[in-house]
């Protein structure tokens, strides 16, 4: 597994990127109320109806609040949608820490199987397709994935430490190549996402064969 480590500090990200994804503060108080409830009722009205259908509107009206609330925070319903999107990927895919690279790694993909098997998961997946042409979800896509795969560098930073893989492993290609399994079982293929199969694909790219 001596594949040159990807340098993601090296990639350069545009202006609009930074401004649809940048640093996230999350509020306190009143404000984090609102913001749950309103990424509550987006992602319920995102299950019920898709992303064509979504609005401002319903969203508000879903979440309790005046839709100038919306405007003031997201100005638009792409806006909205991305930021709703990160804070629940953020939280249901953590980095792990379980002390070693296999287990990490499974944990991680265990992580993504569960949300992709959600309601919000299939939600969020239907949305990206949908809006494959929307210049914001393009930035936020390429942007969440750098800054996704930032934090879980971590996990093989402390597995080389141990000795558990090579300095030159390609944090970017393996980690790509691991999510890219359960993507293709799940939507490719059309097959079942077992609670078992993030074992397999884990235990399969560590033996080389």
């Known amino acids: 597994m001596n594949i040159h480590h990807s340098d993601p500090a090296s990639e350069s990200t545009t202006n609009e990127t930074s401004m649809v994804t940048g640093p996230r503060r999350r509020p306190g108080g009143r404000n984090a109320r609102i913001q749950a409830a309103v990424f509550e009722a987006t992602f319920r009205l995102l299950e019920e109806k898709g992303y064509e259908a979504l609005s401002m509107v319903s969203i508000a009206s879903r979440a309790g ?51 992709l098997l959600s309601a919000i998961g299939q939600a969020l997946f239907q949305t990206i397709v949908a809006t494959a042409h929307v210049p914001e979800f393009r930035a936020f896509r390429k942007e969440h994935w750098r800054q996704r795969r930032t934090h879980f560098q971590v996990v093989f930073d402390r597995a080389i430490a141990r000795g558990e893989c090579s300095p030159q492993i390609d944090s970017q290609l393996f980690l790509e190549m691991l999510a890219g399994a359960l993507y293709v079982r799940l939507f490719v293929a059309n097959e079942p996402l077992d609670e078992e199969l993030p074992r397999h694909i884990v235990d399969l790219a560590l033996s080389g064969h």
């Open 65 to 115: 609040v005046h839709e100038a609330t919306l405007y003031r925070r997201w100005k638009t319903k792409e806006l909205l949608v991305i930021d709703a999107a990160n804070s629940q990927i953020i939280d249901d895919i953590p980095v792990p820490q379980t002390g070693t690279f296999r287990s990490d790694l499974i944990e991680i993909l265990q992580s993504l199987r569960i949300f």
